[in-house]
């Protein structure tokens, strides 16, 4: 089951859910999406199966494993970044580059070797629910 969560600008709380069937879920799809919306600095959170995508008002985009702590950069400042997802129809494979792990209001990304990040503006709050609903 796939839920797409938009939040709205200018600070609003209210947030729209979308329910996709097995067979509309295609996460090399649901990736392209959130990058796009990070590059219209639109702020999104999507829950696919067990992984969770978010992007943000600063252009940043993200692919979490929450279950093992993993993260994944799609998008930095609007920017793709480069990654490798590979999927068939019945398995995907995720190369992973980071471990992350949400501090009150603060994202940080530990990624090899040992390079520490801390993102400030992150919907963290309706990010760990998201997480909490993956797992």
């Not at 097995?22 to 992984?51: F, K, S, Y």
């Not at 920017?79 to 398995?91: A, L, P, R």
């Amino acid at each position: 089951m796939v839920r797409r969560i938009k939040r709205k600008r200018s600070g609003s709380s209210r947030i729209k859910r979308q329910v996709l069937s097995r067979e509309q879920v295609n996460i090399t799809r649901e990736t392209r999406c959130i990058v796009e919306r990070a590059q219209n600095l639109d702020a999104r959170i999507v829950t696919l199966g067990p992984l969770v995508l978010f992007s943000t008002e600063t252009g940043d985009a993200w692919m979490l494993d929450p279950e093992d702590g993993l993260a994944l950069c799609l998008a930095r400042e609007g920017k793709e970044q480069s990654f490798t997802i590979v999927e068939t129809s019945t398995n995907f494979g995720i190369e992973w580059s980071a471990s992350y792990r949400i501090d009150g209001d603060k994202f940080v990304v530990v990624s090899q070797p040992d390079q520490v990040q801390t993102f400030f503006g992150y919907p963290t709050a309706e990010i760990s629910r998201a997480i909490r609903r993956a797992r």
